[in-house]
């Protein structure tokens, strides 16, 4: 992964990694306002010599006071000071609890020493602190040396007195607000390059990239929820939903340069990745210009195409397939996407054997003479087989994967098994990617506007071909939605 890999990652999450930091923020906020306020009261003692006569007598006793003040220092916080005071106030708990509520500090060069009580209670620091005062000064002459008069060499006198806080010292509730965010936002950046490095699910071109070589040819971006894709196309051309359709087709046609590339069959490795929205939408882009294409609906175990196009779905491939209705009675026309479609058809009880007729050989075959494009959609091709038979019918094979559904083992999976087929896989194209930036070029899916523009074609004109030069007529610009669109189902393929 590169440096703009984790970048991404993190503008990807930063909802994740502001909310954490607000939560960690508020949280130690919320702590803070629990604790107890504490209040400290400092007393300071300076360490002198007994006696000092003469000049040297004062250089020498400074110069011995200064080697003991440190021991000194250590002696306020030891059980030898503590206890006097814990029997004397009464206060409840061990020296040792005590010791941890006493700071002792010896200020660098001198022989002044510090002793600072924190409590709950001002008036009770006040008197900790001067207790503690008094029972190290009486503490200090068992333990210091003596003189030649048998008298102790130093002796503690205090020179500030333990004073009463006016004001708590604590708890900090800044700091601990800080402290608090401060973890929210690491554990959001953690989530978020968490995210990024276990991630099994394919979110963007970039994890797809990461498994295969096999190229990504198209970026379907997601339309608005409970709409159809039907509906989509419909409302307006200029969306990024439609647009990014348009850009699938032209992708296609720039792959097919050098090579054949009119039939192409769609699959995609589990169920509800919407490879049948794509085949409809591809299939619309590659008839805006005037193109002749037809799509067939070779997923005879959960057709789904003539439901999304409003369309009659008991006429299609299992109806030529077993001679109930010939190729020409099985196709219909949509006039709103301005595709031939052949549908499912009623279930049959034995797709396996129908895919692989030789029926379903000629009715591709006719399809290929008939028109310029024949898009067909297939089932799962890690589901069922019928996926890897139908290949052997088309030019190439696209992949449909769900940003944010499919994982990168089901497009490893999925390629291996189509490669046994043989068949080129033209490329896979990402479905459903999420795009919210908008910009001069687009309009968001749900504003009417223009509506998808195509030339007018019956189902009838399926006999001959056109041209692929053919001027495109006039558009559905004027044509009437239907008032049932806004409540069309979001496709299921």
């Not at 021991?71 to 059980?79: D, F, I, K, N, Q």
Request: no cysteine.
């Amino acid at each position: 992964m590169t440096l703009q890999d984790y970048v991404d990652s993190l503008r990807k999450h930063w909802l994740v990694i502001i909310a954490l930091t607000i939560l960690g923020a508020g949280a130690a906020f919320g702590y803070a306002r629990t604790l107890p306020p504490e209040y400290s009261s400092t007393a300071a003692v300076m360490v002198v010599p007994q006696r000092g006569d003469s000049t040297n007598e004062l250089v020498q006793g400074t110069s011995y006071v200064q080697s003991l003040v440190q021991t000194y220092a250590v002696l306020a916080s030891s059980p030898l000071v503590l206890s006097p005071v814990i029997d004397e106030l009464g206060l409840e708990g061990t020296p040792t609890q005590l010791a941890k509520r006493v700071s002792v500090v010896n200020t660098l060069n001198t022989v002044v020493i510090e002793i600072s009580v924190t409590d709950s209670s001002a008036e009770q620091a006040q008197r900790i602190a001067e207790a503690i005062t008094d029972s190290l000064i009486a503490a200090v002459p068992a333990v210091s040396p003596s003189d030649a008069d048998n008298q102790p060499a130093v002796r503690l006198e205090t020179i500030a007195p333990a004073r009463m806080p006016q004001a708590p010292i604590g708890p900090n509730t800044r700091l601990l607000t800080l402290i608090g965010a401060a973890i929210g936002l690491a554990l959001g950046v953690a989530y978020a390059l968490f995210r990024r490095v276990l991630g099994t699910r394919v979110t963007e071109r970039a994890d797809i990239s990461a498994v295969t070589d096999a190229p990504v040819i198209g970026e379907i971006v997601a339309w608005r929820r409970n709409y159809s894709i039907l509906s989509t196309m419909l409302r307006s051309r200029d969306s990024r939903s439609a647009e990014s359709f348009r850009g699938l087709a032209a992708n296609l046609k720039y792959v097919a340069v050098d090579r054949d590339l009119r039939v192409v069959m769609m699959t995609s490795s589990a169920p509800h990745e919407g490879k049948s929205s794509v085949s409809i939408g591809l299939a619309t882009a590659l008839a805006e210009p005037g193109h002749s294409v037809l799509l067939i609906d070779a997923d005879l175990r959960r057709s789904s195409i003539a439901t999304q196009l409003q369309l009659e779905g008991s006429v299609g491939v299992t109806s030529v397939l077993v001679g109930e209705a010939t190729f020409e009675e099985a196709v219909q026309h949509s006039e709103s996407m301005n595709i031939d479609i052949i549908a499912g058809g009623a279930p049959a009880p034995n797709p396996g054997q129908l895919i692989t007729s030789h029926r379903l050989r000629e009715l591709v075959e006719e399809a290929r003479e008939k028109y310029e494009y024949v898009i067909i959609d297939s089932a799962p091709a890690l589901v069922v087989s019928d996926a890897l038979l139908l290949a052997d019918l088309a030019d190439g094979v696209l992949v449909v994967a769900r940003s944010g559904r499919t994982r990168r083992k089901q497009v490893i999976n999925v390629l291996a098994t189509l490669k046994s087929t043989h068949k080129d896989v033209v490329g896979i194209v990402l479905n459903a990617v999420k795009r919210k930036e908008r910009g001069p070029y687009y309009v968001p899916d749900d504003t009417p506007g223009r509506r998808w523009s195509l030339p007018l074609r019956s189902a009838a004109d399926a006999a001959k071909k056109p041209s692929r030069d053919a001027p495109v007529s006039e558009t559905l610009d004027d044509a009437p939605v239907s008032e049932k669109l806004d409540d069309a189902p979001t496709s299921k393929s």
